[in-house]
């Protein structure tokens, strides 16, 4: 638990510290160009930290699940198909980090 709250304020800590300079450096470029700038390395950040922590945190769901659901089911055999549907339900969050990475990588 403490590695994972270690990592969360880790990355928020590097995001809070690298944005700024992509935004100065980006605003610079647009000064000297006179266009307008998009935001591509933020935009190509924020996909990579949507795809990474989400698969992040659903590691971490299935290992509770899992270990959980082992226990229960060596109790009680029949309880198989509710873990199955519990140990799938936290691949949603890594498929909707996936869609939301898509998304982002589609405003580049």
């Known amino acids: 638990?403490?590695?994972s709250v270690l990592l969360t304020?880790?990355?928020?800590?590097?995001m809070f510290v690298i944005a700024p300079a992509t935004f100065a450096a980006e605003a610079a470029e647009v000064a000297a160009e006179g266009g307008i700038s998009t935001g591509a390395g933020l935009i190509a950040i924020g996909a990579g930290l949507a795809v990474g922590l989400a698969?992040?945190?659903?590691?971490?769901?299935?290992?509770n699940v899992g270990a959980g659901g082992?226990?229960?089911m060596a109790?009680?055999?029949e309880?198989?198909?509710?873990?199955?549907?519990?140990?799938?339900?936290?691949?949603?969050?890594?498929i909707l980090g996936f869609v939301i990475g898509?998304?982002?990588?589609?405003?580049?």
């Open 1 to 3: 638990m403490k590695k």
């Open 9 to 14: 304020l880790t990355a928020m800590v590097v």
């Open 55 to 63: 698969g992040i945190a659903t590691g971490n769901a299935q290992a």
């Open 70 to 72: 082992t226990g229960a």
């Open 75 to 77: 109790e009680k055999p």
């Open 79 to 94: 309880l198989f198909t509710n873990v199955l549907i519990l140990f799938a339900i936290p691949e949603t969050i890594v």
């Open 102 to 108: 898509f998304l982002l990588l589609g405003k580049i």
